[in-house]
């Protein structure tokens, strides 16, 4: 099991500056492609998995869009929280920009995109589900 990511661990290569931005600076991260089908020009920092353990497990993750990413249609069969802290993400609801907190309750779809790219915190209760396209 991936027991989980510190605060201290996050932030310990940030600068030193007494600037509080500088302080929480995320850039020195090593975000991975994020390899789901479907999802184009998205990476992400996991932060804690306990799908390993369980099937249908939580997780968290910083995720990276660039510009132009899109996540098709999908479904949560549980909680889901987004916490957008650069950039814009764009959903269902509309354009979200930085501190803005998104909940999705349980059996919430959504498509996601990013025109200029964005970084947020997703925290998610159990796997999201694939939603077939109707034909």
């Known amino acids: ?3 989980g ?3 201290t661990d996050l932030f310990s290569a940030a600068t030193t500056e007494p600037n509080i931005k500088d302080a929480f600076s995320i850039s020195h991260l090593a975000f991975t492609a994020y ?3 479907g999802r184009k020009g998205v990476s992400v920092y996991p932060l804690y998995d306990t799908r390993d353990e369980c099937e249908d497990g939580s997780s968290a ?5 660039a510009s132009g990413a899109k996540t098709p249609r999908h479904m949560h069969p549980s909680w889901e929280l987004v916490l957008v802290l650069e950039g814009e993400l764009i959903d269902d609801r509309g354009r ?7 909940v999705y309750p349980p059996k919430s779809t959504h498509e996601l995109s990013s ?7 997703v925290i998610w209760e159990k ?9």
């Open 115 to 121: 025109e200029t790219g964005c970084t947020f915190l």
């Open 127 to 135: 796997p999201v589900k694939p939603v077939q396209p109707i034909l």
């Open 1 to 3: 099991m991936n027991h």
């Open 61 to 65: 993750a910083l995720v990276r869009y």
């Open 96 to 102: 979200h920009g930085p501190g803005v907190l998104q």
């Open 35 to 37: 390899q789901v089908e």
């Open 5 to 7: 990511t510190t605060i």
